[in-house]
């Protein structure tokens, strides 16, 4: 067991060792600028010594900076593992942070109620200076909330027209357009989508992508099976998809986990993916090129987001206007043997 | 821009409405037995009315808990995207604490200098009510540091035998030698190790493991390369140990991404994994089946390990002493077409 606490060192005892009143070494913390500068000095070097800093909940009391961003997720914890964008936006995030010695504070809540309580709890109790806000839903509540907390806050995401908050987003459409276009050049007719949750914004985004492009060549949208962004459900969608009548010559997963599964299952049923199934992901994930055969995907860089994120934050808190207030990063498409060279069919 | 703030709703609005003095506010929220059950009940529903909640600075400097777990990584932000045990660490741990509305604060750090004034501040500034200890160094200076500060932690990976700190962690060393076992029963005589960063604990200790088994049968320990946890590093360090004059016909690798990498290596060697070369890896990643063949692994549950260390903490913040002091998980062999059947050679 640990031993018991120390005696905690207080404002009284840097007062005394300084030489000064409690009220100037409060002031020397709270960058009152009514001190002499040899005062300041002094009273620091007494609080280096005995280790002691201004309590964060006091400065929290006075409205300073909690110097700690909050980022509330309503979404099961166990679905973190598989997916690339969390680590990866975390790990750009942290980059720009902790240079400048923010922290991140990060809850998981099982539904609006309790995610509305975080927020406000957060901003009520001091702890956070701003948030993260991502996994944008329709008719997304938490706009609103924020405003009424009167908080600052990045959006990870395309903000509906008439919210204005600073933003950072990757924009796909169109890399998904001309890779499926590619497709089209090269004979394919039959082309499936095994799309993501119906839930997000994101997954109905790229099903509206992939129809719209098939639609413009009268191609049917009918090869369309959701998958969940999950592995199992993938593998049930893609089976279903090529055990069909008409068989796909080539499907668009909208992310590389299910594309990865979805392999696997054309290998059980004695399909070639890249020549019998042509095949692209979506994220980029870095385990992608040691497929078998590797998988070709729209790449995202969810570090240089989270990196992005940070800096808009950072800005938004130092009191300077985002400009733009949406920023965009390209995806890009990585063109690997599974996208295959022409049509099976 | 978001609107202005609202007036703030205070503790006087709320004594106000349920007719009573801020005293009697704060003490029904500092869970004072001085008053009777009725007036309490009256308080809190004035403060759910008016949506006030008692300021959590306020009663960090009572200290009162602050409902958050320290998360402080000495690590290269950018190595999170390629580590399957932070993402599921996370996720197992969020299980737990979110159940119980706490959260974590993470923070990344660049050196042991940072790291400590982290510690420090936290605790000092009412921050946390304690800490996870991952990633252990020789001679860690966390343990003494906790002590110093009184503060509670739980320990993930194996401490010290003179540390008496609650701990959870994956034993492997038995699973690793009896899969080392079955190469040599097996035929193989020349079993390589690529190493993972000689830095960390874990990476010294599964390299150890690797030549006590090859000791045991005197075998030669000379096929030891450094990969470093990461993929280029597991390239050179295969590519290094397969065109030496005596080429092994195994590799245990440190980690399943660098197993990967070296995979991808053999291919373009014109050798194949499996019968040329038999490897398994470490960790479990989720992409491990759909690799080119099948990744044998060495798996690790990083969602269970979470979710202990969660109720290890709560525990620990309940009072209670951890029973046992050092929980274990054990590490457990999948066996897939990559372990190869018969040696090579």
Known sequence: MPPAKRRRVTISDVAALAGVSKGAVSRSFNGAER?????????HDAADQLGWRPNAAARAIKGAPAHTIGFVLQR????????????LFLAGLERVLSQNAYS??????????????CYKDWVAEGRVDAFIVSDLRDDDPRFAMLDDLGSAA???GEPP??????????TSDECIEEVLEGWITRGHTRIA??????NLQHARRRRDVWARVLERHGLSTDALAVGGFTEPGSAEATRELLTAAERPTAIFYANDIMAAAGMRVMSELGLQTGSDVAVFGFDGIPLGPY??????TIACDYIELGSIAGQVLLEELAGRPADPERRTLPARFV???SYGADAAS
């Open 161 to 170: 027209a008439d919210v204005h908050r600073p933003s950072v987003f990757h």
């Open 335 to 337: 063109e690997r043997a």
């Open 76 to 87: 099961d914890p166990d679905l973190l593992g598989l997916d690339p964008f969390f680590p």
């Open 154 to 156: 990045v959006v990870i």
């Open 35 to 43: 001190l002499p500068a040899s005062t300041v000095k002094r009273i």
């Open 291 to 296: 497929l078998s055969p590797p998988l070709a």
């Open 104 to 117: 991140i504070t990060i809850r998981f809540v099982s539904d609006a109620t309790e995610e509305a309580r």
């Open 193 to 198: 989508h095994v799309m993501g949750d119906p």
